[in-house]
């Protein structure tokens, strides 16, 4: 059975790609960036306490239970996963010894592991702890967001020694071997442990006050190269001002989720540098097409034609972002950079003759909108402004996350928009942002294409990254096209840091990962 079956679990779904905390993003896409004071003299040191402030620290500590940036970032310098990134950006392999072998039909992957290598209570890292994580998010029945990705995918996951995993799949999944670079494998012990993980990483679980803040402390048994840091600890700060405030003062070493208004403040400052990385962020406009008035192509046509982005992206995110086209942003495989379907600033008079050929002179619809989400509630009511140059009427419809959730699921709205972070659980992949418009997912209402069912079919099922971004590239110019998912904008991933600790990784920020193992303090 396939992921985008209507079997598929809708919790699954809305947890995989970020839904659940309604439409909260902790990561985005945009340009790149990076400025402020130099180090001066200052060289990197051995030891001390990174200090990283965020707005929230999440209440779980185990990776397979969310992919959340709050659990990802947290728990990523203490679980590993078989296959990373490079310096370059290049996927090459971690715990596992070397690329998978997979069967001319597709259908059988086996992985060796690396040797030597062991979890940080000493024990060895097998391919029973292996085939135990797989067939755990393999199980549409487990606590975790990673079934979205695996479930009726993977068919079954056994060693057949102690350094080899056999994978069998129930239908070619050439994307596994994406996936692989962002699944954690946890010790088998604490697969459903919620407030601690094991992993083979360079640090382990220190302290810990619930919500508040994550200590973790050096891996003294850690395979690879030692870390410089001592600690790192992730402390929850809600309050953005107050964040700045705790950066600026060096009580933090490292904001995550600066606002986009605070960018050009922060630059100002010689003792800080503002990252504003693209992102695996995405804003999506869902429609209801089993509903009027957005059955009809030339009514979402007109839409999104009389979008002011421009307007989003100057009012809401300071300039930081990037006009929208197509669903999938600079950082996913493919975004097409030369689209340009849509201006940046309404067209009222091609909205008004798509309207005209719907035979619709006017439009009245309500767009639902998550309260949890400042940047999406503002850009919204710059929408709404647009949307009557063209004689679009739009009501805002602006409620709790929960109940936005459960409205979503139901297809009980118009339009719907949310945004969503997938970069820590499927890297640069558009698996989770274009599976809705599958024909038969679950969470589709109403829209139906069959090339784009077609080339997502191939895309998920190639293992040639080359094959799968030019399948992507085409639906993401069909469903812009079709109108059926048209962001107004694609905001950035937008971190400071102050200068008295080493750069993070550009390359790492871009998957939504914050590098903050392999950072050092200065002095």
Known sequence: MSLTSSSFSRRRFLAAIGLVGAGTALAACGGSDSSGGAAGNLTPQQGGNLLIGMPAVSDYLNPLVATTSAVAWASAPVVE???????????????AAGEPEISADGL???????????????????????????KHVSNTKAYSDWTTYFAYSVADAKATDALTVVITLAAPYGILRSLLNNLPIVHKDFIDKTDTTM?????????????????????????????????????AIPDAATRTVSLRSGEIHVMTDVPPDNVALLKKESAINVHVVAAPISILSYFNAKKGPFDNVKVRQALAHSMDRAGVNEVVYAGTAGIGQGPAGPALEGHNPDAALYSGTPDVDKAKALLAEAGAGSVEFTLMVSSSSKELTNAAQVLVEGWKQAGITCKLDIIDGGTWISRWMAGDYQMAM???????????????LFSTYVSTNAMNYGYANAEVDKLLGQAWATSSDEERTAACKQADALLAADAIAVPPVYPSLIIAQRTDVTALDAGQLSLSRLPAAGAQLMA
């Open 418 to 432: 949310s945004s969503y972070s997938t970069g820590v659980s499927a890297g640069k992949t558009a698996f989770p």
């Open 108 to 134: 059988t992957w086996t992985i060796t592991l690396k040797e030597g290598v062991k979890f940080s209570n000493g024990d060895a890292l097998t391919a029973e702890h292996v085939a135990a994580v797989l």
């Open 199 to 235: 992993g083979t990483g360079p640090f382990v679980v220190g302290s810990v006050a619930q919500g508040q803040k994550v200590e973790l402390t050096r891996n003294a048994g850690y395979h690879g190269e030692a870390p410089a840091l001592e600690k790192v600890t992730f402390t």
């Open 81 to 95: 996963s078989l296959y990373d990134y490079d310096e370059s950006m290049k996927s090459v392999p971690l715990l």
